[in-house]
């Protein structure tokens, strides 16, 4: 008796362990609210940086960052197993409330961000639409 009530506990805590690594090495899709929590009124302006540039464009106008904030809501950002760093990168976005840097965001190609120094990668390409917000601020 008192040997299966220890081979019980021995099964257990291995299913236990077995799970606990497969919750914890599995990618799940988090949205920018979850990097961003506060309200998206108190975002003031937001910053896009042409990576092949350097030119820095400013987002102020409030309609153009709710578009801007609502296109990044849209997005399902899966953390890469691969966390390799890279070279080079093709727009870097910020998020102020006021004067204060309050998110960063780095695009590298395509559909891959450096949040935080963790590589997610997007459900969509968003190079071409960040290209065209940049191209269209006033």
């Given at each position: 008796?008192?040997?299966?009530i220890?081979?019980?506990?021995i099964?257990?805590c291995?299913?236990?362990g077995i799970?606990k690594?497969?919750?914890?090495?599995?990618?799940?899709?988090?949205?920018?609210e979850?990097?961003?929590?506060?309200?998206?009124?108190?975002?003031?302006?937001?910053?896009?940086?042409?990576?092949?540039?350097?030119?820095?464009?400013?987002?102020?106008?409030?309609?153009?960052?709710y578009?801007f904030?609502?296109?990044?809501?849209?997005?399902?950002?899966g953390?890469?197993?691969?966390?390799?760093?890279?070279?080079?990168?093709?727009?870097?976005?910020?998020?102020?409330e006021?004067?204060?840097?309050?998110f960063?965001?780095?695009?590298?190609?395509?559909?891959i961000?450096s949040?935080?120094?963790?590589?997610y990668?997007?459900?969509?390409?968003?190079y071409?639409?960040?290209?065209c917000?940049?191209?269209?601020?006033?």
């Amino acid at each position: 008796m008192k040997k299966l009530i220890i081979f019980s506990i021995i099964i257990i805590c291995t299913v236990l362990g077995i799970l606990k690594y497969n919750v914890a090495t599995t990618p799940c899709n988090i949205n920018f609210e979850e990097f961003y929590p506060n309200d998206i009124s108190r975002i003031s302006k937001i910053e896009i940086c042409d990576g092949s540039t350097g030119e820095d464009r400013y987002i102020t106008n409030r309609a153009e960052i709710y578009d801007f904030v609502d296109f990044f809501k849209q997005l399902k950002f899966g953390k890469m197993k691969e966390q390799n760093d890279s070279v080079g990168w093709s727009f870097s976005i910020t998020f102020f409330e006021k004067d204060k840097e309050i998110f960063k965001s780095v695009l590298i190609g395509k559909k891959i961000f450096s949040i935080n120094r963790i590589r997610y990668e997007v459900n969509v390409s968003v190079y071409e639409r960040i290209e065209c917000f940049y191209n269209n601020i006033r």
